[in-house]
C-alpha cells in the first residue's frame, strides 16, 4: 500500500500537537506500508528519501498566508503521482489531498486536529485568510473519503459544524504518546539552567500563545495560587502581535505582584521539555478549546498531575480526581474559569501525596491506552478498507 501523507509540520520543524502526532504516526506506519510525506519546508533531506519537502512559490512572497499555502497545496498535490492513497492533517494540508484526490482518482483520509469554525480568533492571525481556510477544510471535509476525529469529542464537533457529513464516514482514532521518548527524568540541569528552583514547587505551562490555549487565562489566576509556588511558562509564537502584547503585559503585571515567574520564549528541544514536566509539581493546560491535547499525555508520561479545563477531547486523557483535576470552562464567565483553575491547582499544590499518586496514575493510563503502535495499526486498517479488494 502506498500512501502519501500531507502536513505543514513535519521534525525538525515541529511546533504543536498535530505536528507531534504526524511526526510519530509517520514513524510507527512506516512499519507497516509505503510511506512518501510532503511537508513543508527547504529543499529535501538526502537521508531520508521518503519526505518532500515543499515551501510557498516565491510569486506568492508577501501575499496573505492562506493564499501561500494554497500555494504548497497545489504543489503537493502535483507530486502524488503513484500513490494508492491520501492522508492529510490540519487545514494547511487539505486541500492538497482533496486536490490529489480528484487529480489522480483515490481515496483522501483527513484527520482532523482542530475546526475552523469553533477558531473565530484565527480571523485575527489570518484577515480575510480565515475565510479561505475555512473555505478549504469544508470543501476538504465534506468530500474525504472518511474522517479521523482525535476524540469522542472531537466526532461530535465535526458532526455539528458540518451537518452534511455522513456520520459512517468519521471514524475515531485517538492520539498517542510515545511513553520511552515521554518518561520521568531525574535530571535537573535545564531547571538550573533555565534559573528555576528546584526545591520549590513549580506549575508547568507548555503550550503556544493563542486564544485557543488559554494563556492569559492562566496568567489571571496565578495571581491568587500559593506565593509558594513558581510558575513556569513554556510559551511561544504569538498568533499575532496583539496576543503577544496582551501576554506580555499580563505577564509583566503577574510578575510584579510575585516572585518565581519564568518565561521561556524559544521552542525547546523535547529532552528540555521532558525534564520540565518530569519535575513539575503540577502541569496546566487552560484550553478554552482543545479536540484533545497531546500536550496533557505528555505530562501523564512523565508521570505529572495536571489541572486542565474540561473541553473537547480533555477529559477522554484526564480523569477527574485520578490522573488530575478538571476545570469547567463556560464561554463568557472567564472570572470564573480563572478562580476555578486557581483553586484546582491550589489543591493539587497543597497535597503532594495525592499529586503523586495522580502522576503514577497518570503514567499508567497513557502506557496502556495510548500507546503509538495501536494508533498507526487501526489507521492502516482504516486505510484498507477504503481501497479496492486485493489492492492493499
Known amino acids: 500500500m502506498k500512501v502519501g501523507l500531507l502536513t505543514r509540520e513535519y521534525p525538525p520543524d515541529v511546533y504543536g500537537g498535530a505536528g507531534v502526532h504526524v511526526e510519530f504516526l509517520a514513524r510507527e506506519l512506516r512499519a507497516l506500508l509505503d510511506l512518501e510525506v510532503h511537508c513543508w519546508g527547504e529543499g529535501g533531506d538526502p537521508g531520508d528519501p521518503g519526505v518532500v519537502r515543499h515551501k510557498p512559490p516565491a510569486v506568492l512572497d508577501g501575499a496573505n498566508d492562506a493564499l501561500r499555502t494554497f500555494g504548497v497545496d497545489l504543489q503537493m498535490a502535483a507530486g502524488l503521482q503513484g500513490r494508492d492513497l491520501l492522508h492529510s492533517h490540519t487545514w494547511y494540508a487539505n486541500l492538497a489531498g482533496h486536490l490529489g484526490k480528484l487529480l489522480h482518482g483515490i481515496p483522501h483520509v483527513l484527520t482532523a486536529h482542530s475546526l475552523e469554525p469553533l477558531r473565530p480568533w484565527k480571523a485575527e492571525q489570518l484577515g480575510g485568510g480565515y475565510a479561505l481556510s475555512s473555505w478549504a477544510e469544508r470543501t476538504a471535509m465534506e468530500s474525504a473519503d472518511a474522517v479521523v476525529a482525535v476524540s469522542d469529542g472531537m466526532r461530535g464537533d465535526i458532526l455539528a459544524c458540518y451537518p452534511s457529513l455522513d456520520p459512517a464516514r468519521v471514524h475515531v482514532i485517538r492520539n498517542g504518546i510515545d511513553t520511552a521518548a515521554y518518561r520521568p527524568d531525574p535530571g535537573t540541569d535545564v531547571l538550573e539552567r533555565i534559573g528555576i528552583d528546584p526545591k520549590r514547587p513549580y506549575v508547568l505551562f507548555v503550550g503556544r500563545i493563542t486564544r485557543q490555549k488559554g494563556v492569559p487565562h492562566l496568567l489571571r489566576a496565578a495571581r491568587s495560587i500559593d506565593p509558594a509556588a513558581q510558575l513556569v511558562l513554556c510559551a511561544g509564537a504569538p498568533d499575532t502581535p496583539a496576543l503577544d502584547r496582551e501576554f506580555r503585559a499580563l505577564f509583566d503585571e503577574l510578575s510584579a505582584v510575585r516572585d518565581g515567574v519564568h518565561w521561556i520564549p524559544a521552542m525547546l ?119 479496492p479488494p486485493g489492492s492493499a
Open 269 to 387: 528541544p523535547r529532552p528540555a521539555v521532558v525534564q520540565l514536566l518530569s519535575h513539575a509539581s503540577v502541569f496546566v493546560c487552560p484550553s478554552v478549546y482543545e479536540p484533545l491535547g497531546i500536550v496533557n499525555l505528555e505530562a501523564m508520561a512523565c508521570g505529572t498531575a495536571v489541572v486542565a479545563s474540561a473541553v473537547g477531547g480533555i477529559p477522554e486523557v484526564v480523569e477527574d480526581g485520578v490522573t488530575g483535576l478538571l476545570v469547567p470552562h463556560r464561554e463568557g464567565h472567564a472570572e470564573e474559569f480563572e478562580a476555578g483553575l486557581a483553586q484546582a491547582l491550589d489543591r493539587v499544590l497543597g497535597d503532594p501525596a495525592a499529586a503523586e499518586r495522580m502522576g503514577e496514575a497518570g503514567r499508567e493510563r497513557a502506557e496502556t491506552e495510548f500507546g503509538w503502535d495501536t494508533v498507526a495499526r487501526r489507521t492502516a486498517e482504516l486505510y484498507a478498507r477504503l481501497l
